[in-house]
């Protein structure tokens, strides 16, 4: 009978510990969520006889070439730690990477090696310069564009570099104002963007051997980017362009005149952001919109047939291709939803097969996932406002703990897909709320205006009454709201304690901006030209310092009342680390309780696994706290 009871009353425990997994919903390791992938940065190579790819091991990644006929592959490099921060094939047996030298700054040096990891030599050496190859094409087989400041840290020079023996030769002198370079299809330095610091100059020259020319000048506001060259039409680009219009469309451009040709595709309803040019075709495949999530519009019908293919494969995900041979016949293609980060595949379309790859994390089971809604509403002035919506799984969405989490830019937008700071926290049990507020990408040029030098004010208006229709909705628990962001995000956060403070119970930031003045003055060389710009979105040091300063959390000290979580990278350049701990320091005189994290490492929290379970870590209990059981 002793025998029975125990193993009755064992049954019950078990009985029970079932129920509870069914009915709830299992607390996910902090890890599962931002899991460092074993493979990622898959390429093809331009005869698509190879694929390679970098592979984690430990806490190194080295480049790895595999045969794609027979599966077998080869590690190429022999380096410590995460340091190829980029790579691409420079001709069917030779690859090019980058290899990271200062984190926080962001410099990097290039390598190039063979296939077969024989032959790995260094082509620079940059110290304290920045350098970036313009055009993968290799010219004359030993020649690449590359743009880089080591004459004059301020502007961007461009070199011929010849990966034979490394040499930089001078291809084309930065006067002072040239902001950006642009090659032709065949490699070549045809375009070019200057800056006065509000106004942007197209220049243009038909060959390498003429002088460059202005052709057009826009306000900085106006969009005019070039894609690529039109076949067969002497002088004509096709360009992505809102001048003289709300949204962005993609047009011809006559660069002999300035002037707009006709419009290849448009619509004053939506916002073209991105288009794809076949170099092999040289035409135009697709043009990218952005509405609650990214769509395409096709220009090529055989295009169009690739991605109906893919949708058959890959039914109820989201497809983009990532890579390709240059005969465009085999492609890599990686797949996503707001609640899977998705995998990696080959596509081959002579065929119509397709190969799975690997996972991009699979720690991730979306069952356990929640789905990331659009919503809407109209801010206090009138404006209409987009966002998201994600609500935590088995709830109903009635009286819940909400986390705002403002995304960082300013000049970027949230957008429909797997994001794991959103599910990390749905998880959690909170209700994760996402505005693209005014001064946000993709909503057209009137939209991204109306943001500047509102830090602190519209910006923040318009989240606030995002807050409010949420609690209108009986959604959101008015006494468990708390705000959260990284970077400018984190700035907003900070902002929200102070800016109708009675809005949220807590905040949190990550490597936030403090101080406005601070943040203009740490504008790197390069940029300089375009400070003017920056002056106009964020606010004038010399004619507007009363606003700079109420939007300025280190000045607004007296006026956060709330509990704050503050994470800062004591290397991030961006930030002033004595004038964040006296801001900390400050609080706490005021007996404001304060959580302060630092992080002296990697600034990247993606290659930094301890860093980053250190920050996820504290951030939940912060929010338990001060959010969930308050």
């Known amino acids: 009978m002793v025998v029975f009871k125990k193993y009755f009353f064992l049954f019950l425990s078990l009985f029970a510990l079932a129920c509870t997994q069914k009915g709830g919903v299992r607390v996910m390791p902090i890890d599962d969520f931002f899991k460092s992938q074993n493979r990622i940065g898959y390429r093809v190579s331009p005869d698509a006889r190879n694929l390679s790819y970098l592979k984690l091991e430990g806490k190194n990644q080295n480049l790895y070439v595999e045969d794609i006929e027979t599966g077998k592959g080869k590690k190429i490099t022999q380096l410590k730690e995460k340091s190829i921060i980029f790579y691409f094939w420079v001709s069917k047996d030779e690859l090019i990477y980058y290899k990271e030298t200062d984190p926080a700054l962001r410099l990097s040096d290039i390598f190039i090696i063979n296939k077969d990891g024989k032959n790995e030599r260094q082509l620079t050496n940059n110290e304290k310069s920045r350098i970036k190859v313009l055009d993968d094409q290799l010219m004359d087989d030993k020649y690449l564009l590359v743009s880089s400041n080591k004459r004059d840290s301020t502007v961007f020079d461009v070199y011929r570099l010849n990966v034979r023996n490394g040499e930089m030769q001078m291809a084309a002198k930065n006067p002072g104002n040239i902001t950006d370079w642009t090659t032709d ?27 460059f020319k202005p052709i057009v000048t826009n306000n900085f506001k106006n969009t005019l980017r070039p894609i690529a060259f039109a076949k067969n039409k002497l002088n004509v680009i096709y360009a992505i362009s809102n001048v003289n219009r709300d949204k962005g469309a993609l047009v011809e451009l006559d660069c002999k005149t300035g002037k707009e040709i006709k419009v290849l595709f448009g619509d004053e309803t939506i916002n073209i952001t991105d288009a794809q040019y076949s170099r092999r075709k040289q035409k135009m495949s697709f043009v990218v919109y952005e509405t609650w999530k990214k769509e395409k519009h096709y220009l090529d019908d055989s295009v169009k047939l690739i991605y109906n293919n893919l949708d058959k494969l890959l039914p109820k995900t989201e497809t983009r291709i990532i890579d390709r041979d240059k005969a465009e016949t085999v492609f890599i293609v990686r797949t996503f939803t ?15 097969k397709i190969r799975k790859l690997s996972d991009f994390n699979s720690a991730i089971n979306e069952d356990e996932m929640c789905e990331m809604k659009p919503v809407s509403y109209v801010s206090r002035d009138g404006m209409k406002i987009e966002g998201y919506l994600t609500l935590p799984l088995k709830m109903k969405a009635e009286n819940l703990p909400v986390v705002v989490l403002p995304h960082d830019g300013p000049v970027a937008r949230d957008i429909w897909g797997y994001n794991p700071e959103v599910q990390f926290l749905a998880n959690r049990g909170y209700a994760v709320f996402q505005v693209n ?32 229709w949420l609690i209108s909705k009986k959604i959101a628990d008015p006494k468990r709201i708390g705000i959260y962001g990284t970077g400018f995000g984190g700035y907003i956060a900070l902002n929200g304690l102070y800016s109708e403070n009675k809005t949220y119970a807590c905040g949190a ?5 403090i101080n406005l003045f601070t943040y203009l003055k740490s504008i790197p060389p390069f940029l300089k030209p ?18 700079m300063r109420q939007s300025s959390p280190l000045f607004q000290v007296d006026r956060i009342e709330k509990p704050l979580f503050i994470a800062q990278n004591t290397k991030d350049p961006n930030i002033n680390a004595g004038e964040t701990i006296q801001f900390v320091k400050n609080l706490q005189k005021r007996n404001i309780s304060v959580t302060y994290l630092e992080n002296d490492g990697d600034p990247f929290y993606s290659k930094n696994d301890e860093g980053r379970q250190k920050l996820y870590t504290a951030l939940e209990s912060f929010l338990e706290v001060n959010l969930k059981k308050k």
């Not at 595949?345 to 119509?352: I, M, N």
């Not at 930031?509 to 901006?513: D, E, G, M, Q």
Request: with cysteine; proline share 2%; charged share 25%.
């Open 185 to 211: 299809s065949e490699g070549k330095l045809r375009l070019a963007t200057s800056s006065d610091g509000v106004n942007e100059t197209l220049l243009y020259r038909e060959s390498e051997n003429d002088a």
């Open 338 to 352: 707001d609640r899977n980060p998705g995998s990696y595949y080959l596509y081959f379309s002579e065929t119509g």
């Open 437 to 468: 507020y005014r001064g946000s990408t993709g909503y057209g040029k009137a939209f991204m205006a109306a943001g500047f030098k509102e830090w602190g004010c519209k910006i923040q208006h318009d989240i606030n009454d995002g807050v409010k």
């Open 509 to 513: 930031s990550n490597s936030a901006v």
């Open 530 to 547: 375009k400070l003017q710009m920056y002056y106009e979105v964020i606010g004038n040091p010399l004619t507007d310092v009363d606003k």
